[in-house]
Every structure is written in C-alpha cells, then in structure tokens.
C-alpha cells in the first residue's frame, strides 16, 4: 500500500474526475487495500450541486459513497499507474435512514469496503453515517471499470 493515508479537499479533488464544487469529499481518514473511510459537511451547504427545493434528499448519499470508491480506486492503483475508468453500473440493497441529509449535525462519515473485483468491475458496500455512527444510507455498489462509452449515434 502506497499513498498517503489521509488528504485534503484539495488532494481528494486531485484524485477523482469530479471538480469544484461537485468534489463532495472533504477529508480522507484513512484507507487500506478494502476500506476507505472519508468525512465532509459538504451536505450542509446551501450551494451544493445535488440540492432541491426540497434540500439534499438521501438518495444523494450513494454519489458521496461513489465519490468514496473513485477515491479508493485511484489510491490502489500501482505505482506509475493510472486509475481505472469507472461507471457505477447498479447498486442494491439501498438503505435510507433519513429523508434529508442537509439536516444532518456535523460532518458525515463515508466509509465503502471493496467485497471483490477484477479488472472489469469492483463490488463495493458502503455506509454513510453521521458522526454518532447512526446510518443516513447503506447499499452495496458496482462500478463497471474500463468501460469506454460509445458515442451516439445520430438518426438519418
């Protein structure tokens, strides 16, 4: 295991395809060749990108989760090696434990945990958690790696 074992808004940025404000992670804690855990208060912020006019409903969870799994990808590429492209292709067993998540207290903790995987998809569960331990959202993912889309094509 190679990298550093926590980062900053900036590092994370750096390290997953997403930028600005759609970079919703906020801190690495720590990771290891399965696991990942990362906090954010990105939920509590009026201009974040997923909000409604009816707030940051839950489901939006499972991007902060996806978010989470980019990041362990890229941090348990080789050395020299780039990280692999990655789709979430489904997730399942989606538990939500509240409606909103802009009314969470504090910062909320991602953690994802790596089931199995090749170089074709990886398997993931995760839990989103508020600073208590108390479960916002949990599922299991799976991200489709290495997948180049094909273009669209346009009608006659």
Known sequence: MS???????AGIESR???????????KLEGWDAQRIHCSTTTHRDGANPLRTASG???????????????????LTAGAGQAP??????????VRLGVERLDTVEGAM???????????????????VADGTG????SGRAVVVLNTPLTPTEKPA
């Open 134 to 137: 108390r479960s916002l959202a």
């Open 16 to 26: 997953i395809p997403h930028r600005g404000s759609m970079c919703l992670l906020e």
């Open 84 to 93: 692999s492209a990655g789709y979430l292709a489904s997730v399942r067993s």
């Open 56 to 74: 940051l409903l839950a489901p939006n969870a499972i991007e902060y989760a996806a978010q989470a799994m980019a990041l362990h990808g890229g």
């Open 3 to 9: 990298g550093p074992q926590t980062l900053d808004r």
């Open 109 to 127: 903790q991602v953690h994802a945990t790596r089931l199995s995987g090749d170089d074709r998809q990886v398997l993931y569960e995760f839990n």
